[in-house]
């Protein structure tokens, strides 16, 4: 494993779905791209981690849509996709979004992990992936999936909760300064609480990553529309 890439999972990503928001958004899409053309051009292949309702490996030959969002966009995890999956989870959705626009001639498969996974249950998946980046071809990137806090204002989708700001404040933090202490003890039941989905996808990465010496660059972070996004690239 030779770099990280951590993104959001907005379905305003998507252009067809901003609409009037699309100014709102322009500092946000343009670090997602950075750090995708980054993780991109510093290896030859890509894992995605995401968030499901259920612990999940999803080959790199599917394909979804947004239509439940309200765009009938199709993405793929390869250039040549199978058949759509109209329930494919949004954190799946991103990667094939962030797919075609950065290595559109590659296939990335994606590991989802359940939002209720055990510390147990985190340690298995991220001792999985180690074995299937041991065993890739060549220098393998992880693209990992996660939102942060759904609290932040009174108008964020959990209304507001005046723990979030501090949650996220640390959440913030941990990933711009690879801190894989931090994100390992983040807590479970607080962070369900505070809307915090991208918890599990964060600990896999960390449990991967381990005491391995890493160069973090964070690219943004902030909280349009009352919800918790960073993104940052951490490398190897």
């Known amino acids: 494993m030779s770099a990280l890439a951590f993104v959001p999972s907005p379905p305003l990503l998507l ?38 309702a259920t612990t999940t490996w999803i080959d790199g030959d599917a394909a979804g849509t947004y239509a439940g969002f309200g765009a009938d966009v199709v993405v793929g995890l390869a250039p040549d996709r199978g058949p759509v999956d109209r329930a494919m989870e949004l954190a799946a959705l991103t990667v094939g979004l962030l797919r075609g626009q950065a290595v559109p001639q590659w296939s990335v498969p994606v590991q989802l992990v359940a939002r209720n996974a055990s510390v147990q249950d985190v340690a298995a998946v991220a001792l999985d992936l180690r074995g299937r980046v041991d065993a890739a071809p060549g220098p393998v990137g992880l693209l990992v999936v996660g939102d942060g806090a759904t609290t932040l204002t009174d108008k964020a989708p959990g209304a507001f909760d005046d723990r979030a700001e501090a949650v996220q404040h640390a959440i913030d933090d941990a990933l711009g300064r690879a801190d894989v202490d931090a994100l390992a003890s983040l807590d479970p039941a607080l962070c369900d609480a505070l809307g915090v989905d991208g918890r599990v996808a964060w600990q896999v990465a960390a449990t991967l990553v381990g005491p391995t010496r890493v160069v973090p660059h964070s690219l943004f972070r902030g909280a349009p529309y009352g919800v918790g996004y960073h993104v940052a690239s951490w490398s190897l």
């Open 15 to 52: 252009a067809e779905l901003a609409g009037s928001a699309t100014g709102e958004l322009d500092d946000l899409r343009a670090a997602v791209r950075e750090a995708c053309d980054d993780l991109g051009q510093s290896c030859h292949g890509w894992i995605g981690v995401g968030v499901g």
